[in-house]
């Protein structure tokens, strides 16, 4: 029997169905999922306070003439911000697989 004959026999067999994984969360997790909370709040707010100084700092940066170095930390703190609220929708797509 050649291998091409076995593939097309094992084919429905493997076709018929796929894993499926149903995350459950352990016991005793909720104090786990405050402190996560905890800090994904955290991160927000630093986030915010990092757009505060920034543009506090382009202001001063304007105003007394010099190297404008606060586009870079605007621009750290958008895509630290996104990347930390994305973070529960990017692990739970990967979990699920895309779904």
Sequence with gaps: MSATAL??????????????????AP???ERLLNIV????W??????????IYAGGKFGWERFH????E???IVLGALVGGILST???GIMNAIV???G
Aim: hydrophobic share 40%; charged share 10%; aromatic share 4%.
């Design 96 to 98: 699920t697989g895309g």
């Design 70 to 72: 606060s586009p870079k």
């Design 7 to 24: 593939l097309m026999d094992a084919y429905p067999l493997l076709a018929q169905g796929g894993i499926t994984i149903s995350p459950k």
């Design 42 to 51: 955290l991160a927000m707010v630093a986030g915010i306070a990092s757009l």
């Design 86 to 88: 994305s973070a529960g």
């Design 37 to 40: 909370r905890y800090i994904s």
């Design 27 to 29: 016991p005793e997790s």
């Design 65 to 68: 003439g010099g190297a404008l």
